[in-house]
Structure formats: structure tokens, C-alpha cells
């Protein structure tokens, strides 16, 4: 069966985040017009990530490879959208956003793009400075954050996905070269600000939020850095 969209959430040791998660998804799924699908890619969770999705109906797939762009492009393979939606397991998105998302590529104007970020909460002042850096630059610059990402099918599958050479920011150069697609087609990569992915806040305290923001001017302006797994620690450990 064919589907108009597919929503796929990456799950490396979720079970706590992903039951919220997935209600919240369905709830945004259920006001819109278009059928679509979830998809919970399980990159290989010690946890019972994986039984969580199945009790919610989602369709499993499994990632053994514990890499984000790797989960995130198993999930594309096992698609059956024509467009695709890429939402981290603890992220929400509201009706609104995922019906703007939608409405921007059917449209024909947008061949992909992502929406300005909020927290669910913000523990200091530098973390919200951080975060405002990240939402101007993601507008001027076109690029979406990696918790929320949707993109036609043959966009994604002309630029050969989300780049497997890196361990983190895979999003930033599917952004530029998916823009560079879209541009030569008359399309924009669309950045939606009016209705936010409301993201968890835990990294904020797992991590200094400078900490945070010289990582992203790294990935943005330094981005070789991330072909290299063990820089990349920040996306792959979790406090004990």
C-alpha cells in the first residue's frame, strides 16, 4: 500500500521519550487530509525501544549500524510516501506544523526544508541565546535542525540521502544539497517559523549550552569534523 507520506523517527534507547512521542505524532497524523504512515527505526537500542513501537502499531525496522544518518536512511528505504517526514523520538510536532510541512510540498513551491526549533524547557540564559543563534541561522542560511526534517522522495533519493561519511549534522548537508536540487527545479528549501518542533531540553543539562553552541558553529563552518566518530561523543553519549 502506498502512502502520501511517511513520518520516520530514528530510536537508539528510547523508551522513555518515544510512547509521548508517537501519541503526539498520530495526533497530527489524524488532522490531515493526506495518509501516511510511522516508521520507528530501531538502531539497535539495550532497551525496550523496540517493544514500545511495536505495542504503538508503528512499523519496526532495525538499524544494527549505530549511526544516526544510517537509522535515519534505513527508515527512507522502508518508506511507502512519496513524501518523506523525519521527526527524532523525542521531539513533537503539532497538527499545524506537520499539515504546513505537507502543505509546502504539495504545493510545489518547496522540495524540502525544516521549521524553527523551541525546547520543552530551557535551564539557562546561554541556552536560549543558543538556541535563537541556531533558529536565525537556520532561516538565513535554509538549513533544518535534524529533529524535524521533511523532504520530497525523489529530492531525497537524487541527493542519495542523509550523508553516511558523517556521525552528526547529516541534516546540514542534506539541507545544502537538497536546496541546490531544489533550486535548479524552481524550489525553495522552506524553513516554517510560525510553528516550531518542540524538542526535549535534556541535552541543555546533559551538556553546557556553550559547550553546544561552539559545536554547532563547528558543524556549520567547520564541518569535516564530523567524518571522524570519536569527535563526535556529544551525539552518541549519554550521562550515566
Not at 546540514?172 to 510553528?195: K, M, P, V
Not at 518542533?197 to 569535516?224: D, Y
Amino acid at each position: 500500500m502506498a502512502f502520501d507520506y511517511s513520518i520516520i523517527i530514528p530510536a537508539y534507547n528510547e523508551e522513555t521519550w518515544l510512547p509521548e512521542t508517537l501519541s503526539v505524532v498520530k495526533q497530527a497524523m489524524a488532522e490531515q487530509s493526506l495518509s501516511g504512515e510511522v516508521i520507528v527505526v530501531d538502531n539497535n537500542s539495550t532497551d525496550a525501544t523496540a517493544e514500545v513501537a511495536k505495542q504503538a502499531g508503528t512499523y519496526l525496522v532495525f538499524e544494527a549500524f549505530n549511526q544516526i544518518s544510517r537509522a535515519r536512511n534505513r527508515g527512507a528505504g522502508a518508506a511507502k510516501g512519496r513524501y518523506l517526514v523525519f521527526v527524532d523520538a523525542d521531539t513533537h510536532i503539532s497538527p499545524e506544523l506537520l499539515n504546513t510541512a505537507l502543505s509546502n510540498l504539495e504545493g510545489g513551491h518547496c522540495c524540502g526544508g525544516g521549521a524553527r526549533v523551541a525546547f520543552d524547557h530551557l535551564p539557562s540564559t546561554a541556552a536560549r541565546y543558543g538556541l535563537s543563534l541556531w533558529n536565525s541561522l537556520s532561516r538565513k542560511l535554509h538549513l533544518a535542525a535534524g529533529c524535524f526534517v521533511y523532504i520530497r522522495r525523489d529530492a531525497f533519493e537524487a541527493v542519495g540521502g542523509f550523508s553516511q561519511a558523517v556521525y552528526a549534522s547529516e541534516e546540514i548537508w542534506l539541507s545544502r544539497q537538497a536546496r541546490s536540487w531544489g533550486r535548479e527545479r524552481g524550489q525553495e528549501f522552506c524553513i516554517i517559523d510560525n510553528n516550531p518542533a518542540i524538542s526535549s531540553g535534556r541535552k541543555m543539562e546533559w551538556f553546557g549550552p556553550w559547550q553546544q553552541t561552539s559545536l554547532l558553529l563547528l558543524v556549520i563552518f567547520f564541518p569535516f569534523f564530523v567524518r571522524f566518530r570519536r569527535l563526535c561523543s556529544f551525539w552518541y553519549r549519554r550521562p550515566d
